[in-house]
């Protein structure tokens, strides 16, 4: 071979080399994991039974703060491969961050007590298949202590010393330990309690000043016992250096609703978003979180124009923000009156998810003003003729005022006229229980067994003759003002009337 076909040769050879995917399993060492999220997803294109490209596309997906996505992918690679410990690992970690979002945004019920048993039962299960590895006793240690398994906890952490936990970690365990002990106790314990767990884990931040995990707990214990402004610092000392623990932004978005807290909660969250940018950054989607709850402070200073940039540079980000990003610019949209848009904004956060749409308003504490907005949305797409959608708006408004027995008859009214037979019965079954007087409202609901779902002619007669009962009890007050005894005539006139051509069964 000449000279030059020699060198050509060595070039072509680097080049081939040079065109190398990076291994998705180094991207994630060097903690980028939307490159390896790339890299897995590729490699299981050209290979979709490697089995350990699946288990990294799962971590690939919870680094991502994805837990619901990697448990998925997760589940599945298991069924190939049981005895993969990074996959029982990796699913325990999304188990236990699925359960602290959950716990952050007031759901302390069954699912979140079950997601963190299987947490617990997947990291005892990673630790039998690496029994020199202390990595699986530090989750199952975490996901005790978020039981209040405390005892148990305390000998998952010594399982991991043993086996040669560092000595950074083994501070940071007993510090969430020290944490749990105290604020499962806040309700009783008082100012004492308060003050000598919050030394405890400020002198393990003196020895561990980086232990950004010492430094959240800290801010949970001050938020646990009303000490909310120290909460806003500690956390922003922790989250300006890893800025991606969603259980925590979900806590400082629930500090919106207090118009007192609101501006030092908008610097924090500021700050997070700003420090998510530079340690991610380009078309890594971690950020778009933190993003999206900018958005939210915006929307609340009634920066319309600046939330709407937000809310679209969050989806633009991470397109799985639908439910976030589709609720701010629905907000955004109605204050600016473009009420077409608005509702259909409602309907697609809704729609993709109801009950994290539900959980993310309530959080910010604008269920009020959201069912206000839905009301007036819905009573615009009835004068313009479209029931269908009116219904649908009110089925949500109902979400946030389930105390309201006119909006549930609303509600009801419209289920009705749109075919929706059954439905009409349930509200207006909620409608008649929270006003059981109402004539009008026992009348409808009775018409409705009657004329639509044609069953249940006994309940109907029942609801029918308590209408007129009330009806002529309100007719008799001379209290009451002409228009409401008005109003209940017409309902004794038409409950009459459908007793008397009511089916003998």
Not at 47 to 71: H, N, Y
Not at 161 to 170: F, N, S, T
Not at 293 to 314: H, I, M, N, S
Not at 356 to 381: D, E, K, M
Request: glycine share 6%.
């Amino acid at each position: 071979m000449g000279a030059r076909a020699l060198a050509l040769a060595v070039l072509a050879a680097a080049l081939a080399r040079a065109a190398v995917p990076t291994d998705g399993w180094e991207f994630l060492a060097k903690g980028k994991p939307s490159f390896a999220r790339t890299a897995f997803t590729n490699q299981l294109k050209r290979t979709p039974d490697d089995a350990r490209s699946k288990v990294g596309l799962g971590l690939a997906e919870l680094a991502l703060g994805k837990p619901d996505v990697a448990c998925t992918i997760l589940l599945e690679a298991i069924q190939r491969t049981p005895d993969d410990r990074d996959a029982h690992l990796g699913l325990a970690r999304a188990f236990l961050l699925r359960a602290r979002q959950r716990v952050a945004t007031g759901h302390q019920d069954d699912e979140t007590r079950f997601l963190l048993l299987d947490a617990e039962s997947q990291a005892e299960r990673a630790a039998e298949l690496a029994p020199e590895d202390p990595d699986a006793w530090v989750v199952v240690a975490e996901a005790r202590l978020e039981q209040g398994k405390f005892d148990r906890a305390e000998t998952a952490i010594g399982e991991a010393e043993k086996r040669g936990l560092d000595v950074a970690r083994k501070r940071r365990l007993r510090g969430e330990l020290s944490y749990f002990l105290v604020a499962s106790g806040a309700q009783e314990g008082g100012e004492e309690k308060f003050v000598e767990a919050r030394d405890t884990l400020q002198a393990l931040l003196r020895e561990d000043p980086g232990a950004t995990v010492i430094r959240l707990r800290l801010g949970d214990l001050c938020h646990a016992y009303g000490k909310w402004n120290e909460a806003l610092e500690a956390w922003q000392g922790a989250l300006v250096v890893e800025p991606f623990d969603r259980p925590t932004l979900d806590l400082l978005l629930t500090y919106l609703r207090a118009p007192e807290l609101r501006p030092r909660a908008r610097v924090v969250i500021e700050s997070v978003a700003a420090a998510a940018e530079r340690v991610a950054g380009g078309t890594d989607p971690r950020p778009a979180y933190a993003i999206m709850c900018v958005g939210q402070c915006r929307l609340l200073d009634r920066d319309l124009e600046g939330a709407t940039l937000q809310f679209k540079r969050a989806q633009k980000l991470d397109p799985t923000l639908e439910v976030e990003c589709s609720l701010g610019l629905a907000d955004a949209d109605y204050h600016r009156q473009r009420y077409d848009e608005a509702a259909a904004a409602f309907l697609r956060a809704f729609k993709a998810n109801r009950a994290a749409a539900t959980t993310l308003v309530v959080q910010i504490g604008t269920g009020p003003n959201v069912s206000a907005a839905l009301q007036f949305l819905a009573r615009r797409a009835l004068e313009k003729g479209r029931k269908d959608e009116s219904r649908d708006l009110l089925a949500i408004a109902v979400e946030f005022e389930a105390e309201n027995a006119r909006l549930w008859n609303d509600f009801a009214f419209l289920c009705r006229e749109t075919g929706k037979a059954q439905e009409s019965w349930t509200a207006y079954s909620k409608t008649i229980e929270l006003a059981p007087d109402n004539p009008r409202f026992l009348n409808d609901a009775a018409l409705v067994l009657q004329d639509y779902l044609k069953k249940d002619f006994a309940r109907a007669r029942q609801l029918y003759e308590r209408a007129i009962a009330a009806a002529d009890k309100v007719i008799a007050d001379a209290t009451a003002t002409q228009v409401v005894r008005d109003a209940a005539a017409d309902a004794r006139k038409d409950a009459t009337a459908n007793l008397a051509r009511l089916p003998a069964k």
